[in-house]
């Protein structure tokens, strides 16, 4: 009877410790959710014929992309409408205003993949579904990835149609097209 539980309590430490080297060598080989550790996003719009620039900060994005396997890479990212910013402050709450962004009921500007396509060495382009005023259009991206270190970086410029997403209406004086420019950089 001694020799059993003896052989039995043998046996527990075996699969204790399977168990236990089993948890550790799963944990080393997890990935780590890169996270955004410098965003830029700023616009270009022509209103009276004068360029006029602005950027959104507070940029939250789920990034997984990997140049070696495109079709299982996604992006998703937000930004905070309100956190528009010209340089005027009028300007800016005009802009939250229902006329423009409509802050109120639309917090949130949304971008989500859809495809990725390599070009060639470090330029990519992307198909995005990107939502503003819950209205969603797909966008086409062109973007470069760069790897250094422990670090990746996205720089991008694309062009919006802003009536495609009911924003300032029918206004005369603004041009209806902006140009985007986003820069993201991740830990890796």
Same mark, same amino acid.
């Given at each position: !009877? ?9 046996? !527990? ?40 620039? #602005? ?60 495809s990725f396509k390599h070009k060639s060495g470090n330029n990519y382009i992307g198909n995005f579904n990107v939502t ?14 760069? @790897? ?19 924003? #300032? #209406? ?6 209806? @097209? ?11």
């Amino acid at each position: !009877m001694l020799c059993l539980k003896l052989r039995s309590y043998s046996m !527990m430490k075996k699969i204790y410790t399977a168990i236990i080297l089993a948890i550790l060598v799963s944990n080393s080989f997890a990935q780590v959710k890169p996270t955004v550790t410098k965003s830029e996003i700023t616009f270009k719009i022509k209103n009276l014929g004068i360029n006029c620039n #602005g950027n959104f900060t507070g940029l939250q994005a789920d990034i997984q992309f990997k140049p070696t396997d495109l079709t299982t890479s996604t992006i998703e990212a937000s930004v905070d409408a309100a956190s528009v910013n010209t340089d005027n402050g009028s300007r800016d709450k005009h802009l939250k205003s229902e006329d423009y962004f409509d802050v109120a009921t639309y917090p949130k500007i949304k971008l989500k993949s859809v495809s990725f396509k390599h070009k060639s060495g470090n330029n990519y382009i992307g198909n995005f579904n990107v939502t503003i005023r819950d209205k969603t259009k797909l966008i086409e991206i062109p973007f470069t990835y760069t @790897e250094t270190g422990n670090a990746a970086v996205f720089n991008g410029s694309f062009k919006i149609t802003r009536t495609d997403f009911g924003i #300032g #209406g029918k206004n005369l004086i603004l041009s209806n @097209e902006a140009t985007v420019t986003v820069n993201v950089e991740i830990s890796k």
